[in-house]
């Protein structure tokens, strides 16, 4: 996240941060650096269903 973090200040293009996301709490905490997450492990080996993140993303508490 420190290095996603500092690339952004760099670049003029959204950062997608892509692996390492395990629960619903990596997937917020990505979302306060990131512009975008790849979610594909997750969702292959069954750690989360779309419905959860779906259900739970509306409770992100997203830094400005």
């Known amino acids: ?3 996603l973090s ?3 200040q760099f670049v003029n293009v959204p950062v997608i941060a ?3 996301a395990g629960s619903i709490d990596h997937i917020n905490e990505v979302f306060n ?4 997450a790849l979610l594909a ?3 292959h080996y069954n750690l989360l269903t779309i ?3 779906k259900s739970d993303i509306t409770s ?3 830094r400005d």
Not at 33 to 36: C, I, L, S
């Open 1 to 3: 996240l420190d290095l």
């Open 6 to 8: 500092q690339i952004k």
């Open 18 to 20: 892509s692996g390492g």
């Open 33 to 36: 650096v990131a512009d975008a």
């Open 41 to 43: 492990s997750t969702l």
């Open 51 to 53: 419905q959860q993140i």
């Open 60 to 62: 992100f508490k997203i």
